[in-house]
Structure formats: C-alpha cells, structure tokens
C-alpha cells in the first residue's frame, strides 16, 4: 500500500510547486485497494492549488472550465478567441484545444489536477486526457494526477510520459495490522489468516470480512481476551458481495470479457472446458482471461479471490444461471480434444451430476446424465456412489 509518498515522487511534486518541471501521474490498482486514499495524500501534500474533475471532461469543456478560474496572468488574445468559438458551440482540432489547455494551465500554476476512475470515460474523452498527459510532463508548474484500474497502454511515443505507480494490495502482515487496528488488540491465531486469503490484501473487503466475523461471532471477546473460531464456508455477506460485483463492474460491459468471467465461474477447475463453454474463438478467449490475470483476478488460470466465482453465478437471473448449468453439464458430459501430446479429455459426468437438480434438464437428458455418472464412477472403483446413482 502506498502509506507515504516514494521520495522520487516527492522530488517530483515539489519541482512542480516550484515551477521547476511538470507531472503526468497514473496511479493505478484494484477497486477497493485503496487508490482514492492515496490520491488524497498525494493532494495533501502538494501545498499548492488542486482541482477535482470529472473523468468525463473532454479537452473543450476542461478548457471552459479552466478559464473560469481567476488567474494574475492575462489571457491571451488567442485563447479568448478560442473560448469564444466554443462558446458559440464550434468545434475546435484536438491540437488547437491541446495548446489552449496547456496555455490556460500555465496561467495557474502551480496547479494539479486530479481526476479519478478514468476508465470510466469514453475511449475519445480517455486519450484526450492521454495526449494532455504527455504535454502536463513538459509544462513547468502542473500536475496531472490520474487512478485508473489499468496500467495504461503506452505507445511508443515520446508524447506518453505517464510517471506510472501501482497502489499494491496489503500484505497478509499488512492485513493483520489493520484488523488489529480496528479492535485494539492482538489477534488469536488463524483470524488474519482466513481474512487475508478472502479479501487478497484489498482492505475494503477486509474492513467488509472483519465486520461479517465480528457480527456473526466467529471473532468475539470474552471481556478477557479476543477468540477466533472459522466461520461456516458457503456464505458470501451482503457487502462482501457488493465489493466483488463493482469489483468486476467495468469488465462486464464488455459482452465477449463477461462471457469468459462466466466460464471462469463456472468452471473454473478446467480451462480447456470452459474455452469451450464461454463458446468464443480462442484468441479472443486468450486475450479476455490474459485481461483477468492483468486485473488481478486469476493467476495461472485460478481465481485469486475464490468467493467471486459463486458471487458472479449467483448474480444471474435464474433462467440465465439455469442456462448456463445446462451448458455446462452439455461441456462436462463430451470428450475435448487436446493439443498433442496430451490424450483426449473424457467426459465428467460425476462433476455434470452436481449441477440436475438447478439445470432444469429434460427427464431423458437428466437420466444420460445419471448413467454416465454411475458408469465412471464404477470405473474409478468408486462403488458406493456408483450405487446411490
């Protein structure tokens, strides 16, 4: 976490209060991982005028906006005339209004900016604010702070000159230390632990778990000393659930990355099935889960914050849930060819037979089912279940 400013980062600021050097900055990391806190700080710690902006502020209305400001300096014939033009409703060349708002921002400074959750602009508003960022890093006396969910895609232009810092998740040490924080006092054993390896170092969703193990009695003082005793796996509480699903929010308007977060979901034990189940070409698919692991959501094909597949099940309508089982049972129940040398994937119906009672299959479709399942299980020795079957 970005506790204190690195001192490069300093240096950097106080060239810009001094008029010495500009800063485009993009910080960047999860929802939840505490970016607006560190963006705050940052503000703090500048000394000089900051202004809060939308991320949907294009170039021309920024422009109006920062003309509104008084400033010592005035105005150029120039820019008067091009805030006139926009005050007409015309249109002016992205260059020209690049010029202008560097212009108008140099009347200010020192100044920051600072705008939050870029990427929920539109791509147009978003690589005006990119193509700005590359002249703020020349203009003595500005800053640009930005937090985004990405690391920003540079081309290999001089212009992109995004000072890029990473607001990292906590440490499970980092992950005890503020739980111990909340109760003033030392944690038993295990506690940070099982928090920890829910909430992956993001600390809203810690603050979310501690609150769901506190209320539910799992962590509780006995007036002498804290005691820890594991909750009951299966329940996912409501703000936990809330966290998740923003969590992934901006990922599922994009039709073709929501279908692979689905097939992740619901098979997350077996890649090569879910390509199959998220029924997407296989780049686009290669490219929609390298985009998760990029996120921070799987590492090597598995999930990293294991809760969010059954949150993600579960937040579907039922008759969409209900046709994503039956698809699922349809993947499990065929054999996959492999790349060589690895055989072909038979069919698992005993991991299909979970899913009948909620897929709402026909009889016939749900007695294929059962049989297969019975007949592997009786291959794997597994006679019991073969029987119950």
């Known amino acids: 976490m970005l506790e204190r400013i690195p001192a490069h980062l300093s240096q950097k600021l106080s ?14 990391g999860e929802a939840g991982v505490g970016k607006s806190d560190a963006l705050e700080r940052l503000l703090q710690s500048v000394g000089f005028r900051t202004l809060r902006l939308s991320p949907h502020l294009d170039l021309a209305h920024l422009l109006l906006a920062l003309l ?10 120039w820019l008067e005339h091009s805030q006139t033009r926009l005050g007409r409703g015309e249109t002016l060349e ?18 920051a900016l600072a705008v939050e959750d870029l990427y929920q602009a539109p791509l147009e508003v978003r690589e005006g604010w990119t193509a700005l960022a590359g002249r703020v890093a020349r203009l003595k006396g500005v800053a640009l702070l930005v937090t985004a969910r990405e690391a920003p895609e540079i081309p290999e232009t001089p212009a992109q000159n995004w000072e890029i810092l990473r607001q990292e998740a906590m440490t499970e040490a980092e992950t005890l230390t503020l739980l111990e924080a909340q109760v003033g006092a030392t944690l038993p054993p295990g506690a940070g632990e099982w928090v920890h390896q829910r909430s992956q170092g993001n600390p809203a969703l810690t603050l979310e778990l501690f609150r769901f193990v506190a209320q539910g009695g799992s962590l509780y003082n006995d007036g002498t000393q804290w005691h820890w005793r594991i909750p009951p796996e299966g329940r996912v509480p409501i703000g936990v659930e809330a966290l998740l699903l923003e969590r992934v929010r901006h990922l599922r308007q994009d039709p073709d990355l929501e279908r692979v977060l689905l097939a992740h979901a619901f098979l997350p034990e077996n890649q090569a099935r879910a390509c199959v189940l998220a029924g997407l070409p296989p780049t686009v698919w290669q490219s929609g889960t390298a985009r998760l692991e990029r996120e921070g959501l799987l590492r090597g094909g598995v999930w990293l914050l294991p809760m969010l597949a059954g949150v993600l099940q579960n937040a579907l309508p039922p008759t969409e849930r ?18 060589p040398p690895l055989d072909e994937l038979p069919p698992d119906y005993l991991a299909a037979v979970r899913d009948l009672e909620t897929a709402w299959l ?21 006679w019991r279940q073969a029987a119950e079957l």
Do not use: H, M, N
Not at 15 to 28: E, F, I, P, Y
Not at 322 to 339: D, F, G
């Open 362 to 382: 026909e009889p016939a479709e749900q007695l294929r089912v059962l049989r297969g399942a019975a007949e592997q299980a009786e291959k794997l020795g597994y």
């Open 322 to 339: 209900s046709q994503w089982l039956r698809q699922r049972i349809e993947v499990l129940c065929q054999p996959l060819p492999q790349l």
């Open 94 to 111: 992205r260059e020209t209004l690049l010029q202008a708002v560097c212009a108008a921002l140099e009347g200010l400074a020192p100044v």
């Open 68 to 77: 509104e400001i008084p400033s010592s300096v005035p105005i150029p014939s």
């Open 15 to 28: 060239q810009v209060a001094s008029r010495q050097a500009g800063l485009a900055l993009w910080l960047w």
